[in-house]
């Protein structure tokens, strides 16, 4: 394959993302070869407190963000993981406010997410969770993970050490193919 294409090893196979193409493809088994391993971030610490309840109800500007960002990932759902991929850079570039507070926002995001009446798939609620936390964390990571028998690709976001958008049990399976630092 093309050393430009990204790339991962899972279970002894290596794996291509074509992104002109928008496909993947999968290489010679190699059953000597040494499996990638790496240490997974933590789940965020997203327990509220009872006290809290001003937390529940997000903001007229962070309700409008969401919004924005979940119509944009809607919009683009069905389209090339690499014009996807440009959407989110081109959104990104144009800035936000940051206040750092990752598990705070990470918690708005998964709240506001549970009140949609249909669960997006994972590429559609990364593109839109990568949108949203950038508004308001420096460096969400957008990240893409495949594995293999029986082939399944899989993407979610983390801020550093934090996965934003999944669960570690469910991300530690997957040999992450691409990562983008927003």
């Given at each position: 394959?093309?050393?430009?294409?990204?790339?991962?090893?899972?279970?002894?196979?290596?794996?291509w993302l074509d992104l002109v193409n928008n496909c993947y493809k999968g290489g010679q088994t190699q059953p000597d070869s040494l499996m990638q391993i790496k240490q997974?971030?933590?789940?965020?610490?997203?327990?509220?407190?009872?006290n809290a309840t001003r937390r529940v109800i997000p903001s007229a500007s962070v309700f409008a963000n969401y919004f924005r960002c979940s119509w944009t990932a809607r919009k683009v759902r069905h389209w090339p993981i690499r014009d996807q991929i440009?959407?989110?850079?081109?959104?990104?570039?144009?800035?936000g406010r940051r206040d750092g507070d990752i598990a705070a926002h990470a918690w708005?995001?998964?709240?506001m997410r549970n009140l949609r009446l249909r669960r997006p798939a994972c590429l559609e609620d990364s593109v839109?969770?990568?949108?949203?936390?950038?508004q308001y964390v420096d460096t969400p990571s957008f990240c893409i993970g495949?594995?293999?028998?029986?082939?399944?690709?899989?993407?979610?976001?983390?801020?550093?050490?934090?996965l934003v958008n999944d669960t570690k049990s469910v991300v530690e399976a997957y040999s992450e193919i691409i990562t983008i630092k927003l």
């Open positions: 394959m093309n050393d430009s294409m990204p790339s991962a090893w899972t279970n002894g196979q290596r794996i997974l971030e933590e789940v965020a610490c997203l327990s509220m407190p009872l440009k959407i989110l850079r081109t959104s990104i570039a144009k800035g708005i995001y998964q709240y839109c969770c990568a949108l949203f936390m950038h495949v594995v293999q028998p029986p082939f399944k690709a899989h993407a979610w976001v983390r801020v550093g050490d934090i």
